[in-house]
């Protein structure tokens, strides 16, 4: 069983910045990889991006370049650093693993990007 946690998430104004949290119940390092979603209002879930247990990063192509996905493996926490935000990245944000047989997602946390 692995809970995570989405923490982070807030109104903010077109071009600013906000960075989420996803804080893990066990060691991350023991994990393939950890990924951030989001679903925006009557959209289907998405990946945002994904980090491998080698540190290999990888971004949708809407986020690329603005969003930065990094860990804290002492701190058990994955981070999605999201600059310039645009109305469009206004969803709710999950962080995602798997472990053995077991697909665990967070709760999820708000963003919303408006002026």
């Known amino acids: 069983q692995v809970q995570l946690v989405e923490s982070g998430g807030d109104l903010v104004q077109p071009g600013g910045s906000l960075r989420l949290s996803c804080a893990a119940s066990?060691?991350?390092?023991?994990?393939?990889?950890m990924a951030w979603y989001r679903q925006g209002p009557g959209q289907e879930r998405e990946v945002v991006g994904s980090?491998?247990?080698?540190?290999?990063?990888t971004y949708s192509h809407s986020v690329k370049g603005r969003f930065s996905i990094s860990r804290d493996n002492a701190k058990n926490t994955l981070y999605l650093q999201m600059n310039s935000l645009e109305p469009d990245d206004t969803a709710v944000y999950f962080c995602?693993?798997?472990?053995?047989?077991?697909?665990?997602w967070g709760q999820g946390t708000q963003v919303t990007v408006s002026s």
């Open positions: 995602r693993t798997r472990l053995g047989d077991g697909d665990y």
């Open positions: 066990l060691s991350i390092s023991t994990l393939y990889f």
């Open positions: 980090i491998s247990r080698d540190g290999t990063v």
